[in-house]
């Protein structure tokens, strides 16, 4: 089961229960609560409970504000004061079998795990490169600090091989971020991401500044790595169609709950919660209805819907 | 009629090597209740056909005709112009003054534009706040920008392109910044504004469902090029030129959930 005893459990469906059988569990986070301690303190999460299964994209749905970055980053342990996890743990199921308490890792074992076993795409990921050294000395970066055994010739291949996967001719090795396009510096912040074989990607916002041709380009190209690695997603964004397309579940927050999880074929055709609901109707399909959208002389159904 | 016409018009950037064609040979005509969308993505030359007829470029080549005559660049008539057309921004954190109230926004726009002066003018601020939706008209009148949030501020930004009295709007992105649930509100506040004032709307979007929606006509853009136009459910539903295909390809379409995944599984299957 995924969803705990939580003092509002979301809303889910019989389908989403059938879908989860027999799937093997990555990443387990029971009864979230994170906080902000400003005055007053502000409850970015509440009580949130979520499984992630082994090679399955997990899309967290929500507007700004409702608490989804703050939950990836709590599963993460990347959450910097103000912010505190009050309750909750998060467990981490390797894949040799052993458990990792993630909430109870310090110094060099949460840095060991960082990465190695969950990666971040960062929001904004177009502006997360460092502007003052190359592609290569990046990527390289990454495997001197977590796999130091590595030598220099065996850095070199896995980094051109990185970007050989996400589709960048390895000559970018000595590019800077400024020389390369939004879509290439995001494909390279994902070759980052991949580059120690992570059993869970958490991806924030991964293709929110690009345009929707590069955005497409980049989006199969997770989902080509998923198919090849079998990586667990959490994919997080406000666009609910495209998520719709690509994750397999998907959680919707509000307010720093989780109102509703389920398959994405049952948010799409049988969403139980009124704010799923007002969030798909905030998307006109481009060839259907137009939903809650008024023009001209149609009967207004929206919200704005008070004509004259 | 009143129209505001675009003919052939061409915008070319000076680089350091050579020289950019931003917008090539773009012609439409603007009536008022009617609205044209531009689409296309970044570089595509969109804005900058915004910025032109908001004059905050000049056109390399070109005419813009406002009712048939060529429109002032300068002085009284550059007046008279922004009088006309207005601009709402991409950006509403950014539009707004951060050091002056909701209030100042729109009585400069009023006062500058001679349509209300002396005590009629706080009476017209609280109309136009009113008029978008923003009540009581009083409270939000004396806020700052940074006391409202998103939504609120493009509501503001939309109040002060109406405040002149304008016939034309030309809308820049005005929603991709907004959160996703109150785009729509936005954009049917707008909608409902175009019917009551039988505004002349130019929408630029890179998002093809609100353009089909929201629009009369499309224009689709690609590198300076209209490469495609016409009414916008042909744009849509029929499109003819690769690009807008390519385009139409690319946007989210949750009806297709699950196709990706096994569109990429008999992709390796094929290769391996």
Same mark, same amino acid.
């Given at each position: 089961?995924?969803?705990?005893?939580?003092?509002?459990?979301?809303?889910?469906?019989?389908?989403?229960?059938?879908?989860?059988?027999?799937?093997?569990?990555?990443?387990?986070?029971?009864?979230?609560?994170?906080?902000?301690?400003?005055?007053?303190?502000?409850?970015?999460?509440?009580?949130?409970?979520?499984?992630?299964?082994?090679?399955?994209?997990?899309?967290?749905?929500?507007?700004? !504000?409702? !608490?989804?970055?703050?939950?990836?980053?709590?599963?993460?342990?990347?959450?910097?004061?103000?912010?505190?996890?009050?309750?909750?743990?998060?467990?981490?199921?390797?894949?040799?079998?052993?458990?990792?308490?993630?909430? !109870?890792?310090?110094?060099?074992?949460?840095?060991?795990?960082?990465? +190695?076993?969950?990666?971040?795409?960062?929001? #904004?990921? =177009?502006?997360?490169?460092?502007?003052?050294?190359?592609?290569?000395?990046?990527?390289?970066?990454?495997?001197?600090?977590?796999?130091?055994?590595?030598?220099?010739?065996?850095?070199?291949?896995?980094?051109?091989?990185?970007?050989?996967?996400? #589709?960048?001719?390895?000559?970018?090795?000595?590019?800077?971020?400024?020389?390369?396009? !939004?879509?290439?510096?995001?494909?390279?912040?994902?070759?980052?991401?991949?580059?120690?074989?992570?059993?869970?990607?958490?991806?924030?916002?991964?293709?929110?500044?690009?345009?929707?041709?590069?955005?497409? #380009?980049?989006?199969?190209?997770?989902?080509?790595?998923?198919?090849?690695?079998?990586?667990?997603?959490?994919?997080?964004?406000?666009?609910?169609? =495209?998520?719709?397309?690509?994750? +397999?579940?998907?959680?919707?927050?509000?307010?720093?709950?989780?109102?509703?999880?389920?398959?994405?074929?049952?948010?799409?055709?049988?969403?139980?919660?009124?704010?799923?609901?007002?969030?798909?109707?905030?998307?006109?399909?481009?060839?259907?209805?137009?939903?809650?959208?008024?023009?001209?002389?149609?009967?207004?159904?929206?919200?704005? #819907?008070?004509?004259? | 009629?009143?129209?505001?016409?675009?003919?052939?018009?061409?915008?070319?950037?000076?680089?350091?090597?050579?020289?950019?064609?931003?917008?090539?040979?773009?012609?439409?005509?603007? *009536?008022?209740?009617?609205?044209?969308?531009?689409?296309? &993505?970044?570089?595509?030359?969109?804005?900058?056909?915004?910025?032109?007829?908001?004059?905050?470029?000049?056109?390399?080549?070109? &005419?813009?005709?406002?009712?048939?005559?060529?429109?002032?660049?300068?002085?009284?008539?550059?007046?008279?112009?922004?009088?006309? @057309?207005?601009?709402?921004?991409?950006?509403?954190?950014?539009?707004?003054?951060?050091?002056?109230? @909701?209030?100042?926004?729109? *009585?400069?726009?009023?006062?500058?534009?001679?349509?209300?002066?002396?005590?009629?003018?706080?009476? /017209?601020?609280?109309?136009?706040?009113?008029? @978008?939706?923003?009540?009581?008209?009083?409270?939000?009148?004396?806020?700052?920008?940074? &006391?409202?949030?998103?939504?609120?501020?493009?509501?503001?930004?939309?109040?002060?392109?109406?405040?002149?009295?304008?016939?034309?709007?030309?809308?820049?992105?005005?929603?991709?910044?907004?959160?996703?649930?109150?785009?729509?509100?936005?954009?049917?506040?707008?909608?409902?504004?175009?019917?009551?004032?039988?505004?002349?709307?130019?929408?630029?979007?890179?998002?093809? /469902?609100?353009?089909?929606?929201?629009?009369? *006509?499309?224009?689709?853009?690609?590198?300076?090029?209209?490469? *495609?136009?016409?009414?916008?459910?042909?744009?849509?539903?029929?499109?003819?030129? &690769?690009?807008?295909?390519?385009?139409?390809?690319?946007?989210?379409?949750?009806?297709?959930?699950?196709?990706?995944?096994?569109?990429?599984?008999?992709?390796?299957?094929?290769?391996?």
């Amino acid at each position: 089961m995924t969803v705990t005893s939580t003092p509002t459990a979301p809303l889910t469906s019989p389908a989403h229960d059938e879908y989860l059988a027999g799937l093997e569990p990555v990443l387990t986070a029971r009864d979230v609560s994170i906080e902000y301690e400003v005055t007053p303190p502000v409850h970015a999460v509440k009580h949130a409970s979520l499984t992630l299964h082994r090679g399955e994209i997990l899309g967290l749905a929500g507007e700004s !504000g409702c !608490g989804k970055t703050t939950l990836a980053y709590g599963l993460n342990r990347l959450l910097k004061p103000p912010a505190i996890l009050r309750t909750g743990d998060v467990t981490f199921h390797d894949a040799d079998g052993s458990d990792i308490d993630v909430v !109870g890792l310090t110094g060099d074992s949460l840095r060991a795990f960082r990465w +190695d076993k969950v990666s971040m795409v960062f929001q #904004g990921a =177009m502006n997360s490169l460092n502007p003052v050294i190359s592609v290569r000395s990046q990527l390289h970066d990454v495997m001197t600090t977590h796999r130091p055994q590595m030598t220099k010739s065996e850095r070199e291949d896995r980094a051109a091989e990185l970007l050989r996967l996400v #589709g960048v001719d390895p000559v970018r090795l000595d590019s800077f971020a400024h020389e390369l396009s !939004g879509g290439m510096r995001q494909r390279v912040m994902i070759a980052m991401a991949m580059a120690l074989n992570p059993q869970v990607m958490i991806m924030d916002e991964p293709t929110t500044a690009l345009d929707v041709v590069v955005q497409r #380009g980049i989006l199969r190209e997770i989902m080509r790595l998923r198919e090849r690695f079998n990586f667990a997603v959490v994919f997080i964004t406000h666009d609910l169609p =495209m998520l719709l397309e690509i994750s +397999d579940r998907i959680a919707v927050m509000r307010a720093g709950e989780i109102v509703e999880i389920d398959t994405a074929e049952s948010i799409y055709l049988r969403a139980q919660h009124p704010y799923t609901k007002k969030l798909l109707s905030s998307f006109p399909s481009l060839t259907g209805e137009r939903g809650s959208f008024v023009r001209g002389d149609a009967r207004p159904t929206g919200a704005e #819907g008070e004509e004259s | 009629m009143s129209t505001l016409e675009v003919r052939h018009l061409v915008k070319d950037f000076k680089l350091k090597k050579g020289k950019l064609r931003a917008v090539n040979d773009v012609s439409f005509t603007l *009536e008022p209740g009617k609205t044209i969308a531009v689409v296309g &993505e970044s570089g595509s030359g969109k804005s900058t056909v915004a910025r032109m007829i908001a004059q905050l470029e000049t056109p390399t080549r070109g &005419e813009i005709l406002l009712d048939g005559a060529p429109i002032g660049r300068r002085g009284r008539a550059m007046a008279e112009y922004r009088h006309q @057309v207005q601009m709402v921004f991409q950006d509403p954190f950014a539009s707004l003054n951060p050091y002056h109230s @909701v209030a100042h926004h729109l *009585e400069r726009p009023l006062k500058i534009h001679g349509v209300a002066k002396g005590a009629a003018v706080t009476p /017209a601020v609280h109309e136009l706040l009113e008029r @978008v939706n923003l009540t009581p008209a009083e409270v939000f009148a004396a806020k700052q920008p940074h &006391e409202m949030s998103g939504g609120q501020r493009q509501r503001v930004a939309i109040a002060r392109a109406l405040a002149p009295g304008a016939r034309f709007v030309i809308a820049d992105e005005p929603v991709s910044m907004l959160d996703v649930s109150i785009r729509l509100d936005v954009l049917n506040l707008l909608a409902r504004l175009q019917r009551e004032e039988h505004l002349g709307v130019l929408y630029i979007t890179h998002d093809l /469902a609100t353009a089909r929606h929201f629009s009369d *006509e499309i224009l689709v853009m690609y590198r300076g090029d209209v490469v *495609e136009r016409g009414p916008s459910d042909d744009v849509i539903l029929d499109p003819q030129h &690769e690009y807008t295909k390519t385009l139409l390809a690319a946007a989210p379409d949750p009806a297709r959930h699950g196709r990706l995944r096994d569109e990429v599984r008999a992709e390796l299957a094929a290769a391996s």
